[in-house]
């Protein structure tokens, strides 16, 4: 046998939509700044630099849930497959809590499972990602929805959330960046990754703005109902008779169980133009070749969206209204550091960095190695989500964990101060 590589010639390559310099991600930079940790460090490390708090004590679910996933599996009913777009007794259970808050009301049908938030986004990219596309995303963002773009070869036009405004959308720019081949827009509500809360006005604006270019919104709602500011969760399908609202969301955030893989996509649209224009079918078509979740989780659903209890939901919004407290308040104090605006919801904030201010700290990634290296503390740097010299941080961890992490950042950015 000859050896191969001299002789023959190989048609296959990897896929250049999918190499690391086309696609950033969350976890790929993360890994990168753990890299950095000093092993010699005695402290704990203080991750602030993703949305998955459930490792924190005072964050453990509820034990309905974990009563209705165990009861689920002893019940020996969900031991096979599902149907590809979900359970009946879940996806109905999905529509009618997801109800109580739009005017009108969803049907089973219009709820498909998925495995988690994350297979929901693959979906509805795949589904629109005709020859030409493009697709409108926020920046700052969640660099999913361009990983899965660029998978897709769906092409992405930015436009800006504005600091000044409470993170609102510039309206103007969504217009004129749209063209006749641009397919939707995404939102992100409560939002990840600036912690603001859409007022109802402003997503009005979004929905008769939308509706003029002729194209339809995909409504992140992964932290549906994890808001404690002054502005109250407001679901886009509220405006869904305007112009056509793809939901996607899940139990992850709420319930704090990421590692259950439960979630959503929901068509809101009491006009049917979805259905009209083809996209329901695809949907369909999509999640017959796709994997489902686990058949005992949508087993589990009914019971822990029903029996849920609001003190639960509570505790949690309470935990992290105190961490917004405790962030707004430490975050102060750090004068190479500012917030442009307290966060009303969701687990995250962006504050931006003043590297002028620092010595030998050339970027925000420069400062998340440093930071992770001298401090253990993990924080995410702003590029990874659109925002050059801004950073990311999570505020959702358990309180004195936060309090030591702030404190840490606060010493750090006293070491590295420019002296005059
Ligand atoms: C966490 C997150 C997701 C993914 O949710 P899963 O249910 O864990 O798949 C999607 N969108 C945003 C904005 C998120 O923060």
């Known amino acids: 046998m000859e050896n191969g590589s001299s002789t023959a010639r190989w048609c296959f390559r990897g896929n250049e939509a999918m190499t690391t310099e086309s696609v950033s991600t969350i976890r790929g930079v993360l890994t990168e700044i753990y890299r950095n940790i000093n092993e010699a460090d005695p402290r704990p ?17 509820t034990p309905i849930a974990e009563d209705a996933v165990a009861d689920a599996v002893r019940s020996a009913k969900f ?20 109800s109580k808050d739009l005017p009108y009301k969803l049907s089973p049908d219009d709820i498909y499972l998925t495995l988690g938030c994350n297979q929901a986004i693959e979906v509805v990219l795949a589904v629109l990602a005709r020859p030409n596309a493009n697709i409108l995303l926020p920046r700052p963002g969640f660099p999913t929805y361009e990983a899965r773009a660029a998978f897709n070869r769906l092409e992405v036009r930015h436009f800006d959330l504005l600091p000044e405004k409470g993170w609102e959308v510039d309206l ?18 409560p939002g990840n990754p600036c912690g603001n809360i859409f007022t109802y006005e402003h997503l009005k604006k979004v929905a008769e703005t939308v509706r003029k270019l002729g194209i339809l919104v995909i409504a992140d709602e992964v932290y549906h109902h994890l808001a404690f500011g002054s502005n109250p969760f407001v679901p886009m399908g509220v405006f869904a008779s305007i112009a056509p609202v ?18 959503w996509l929901v068509t809101n649209d009491p006009n049917g133009i979805l259905q009209e224009y083809g996209i329901v079918d695809c949907i369909k ?17 009914p019971q822990i969206l029903e029996k849920t209890k609001d003190d639960f939901f509570s505790k949690i919004v309470d935990i992290l209204r105190q961490d917004a407290d405790i962030f707004y308040s430490r975050i102060k104090e750090i004068p190479c550091i500012t917030c442009p605006s307290k966060p009303e919801g969701c ?12 010595e030998d ?8 190695v440093k930071l992770a290296k001298e401090e253990s503390v993990i924080v995410l740097p702003g590029v990874t989500v659109g925002l050059k010299n801004w950073l990311r941080i999570t505020f959702a961890a358990e309180p004195s964990s936060l309090e030591d992490g702030l404190a840490r950042v606060k010493a750090f950015c006293q070491r590295h101060v420019k002296k005059q």
Request: with cysteine.
């Open 45 to 61: 490390i203080i991750p602030l630099g993703h949305g998955d708090p459930s490792a924190f004590p005072c964050f453990r679910t």
């Open 79 to 98: 031991n096979g497959y599902a149907s590809t777009v979900g359970i009946l007794p879940a996806r109905r259970a999905i529509s009618e809590y997801l």
């Open 172 to 189: 103007d720019t969504v217009e004129a960046l749209a063209d006749k081949n641009t397919v939707a827009m995404v939102i992100i509500n």
């Open 246 to 263: 793809i939901t996607v969301g899940s139990i992850s955030k709420r319930w704090v169980v990421p590692g259950w893989r439960l979630g």
């Open 285 to 301: 078509a999509y999640l017959n070749i796709s994997p489902d979740p686990a058949t005992f989780i949508q087993g589990a659903v």
């Open 347 to 358: 687990m995250f904030v962006m504050v931006k960095l003043n590297q002028t201010l620092l």
């Open 361 to 368: 700290i050339k970027d925000d990634f420069d400062f998340c």
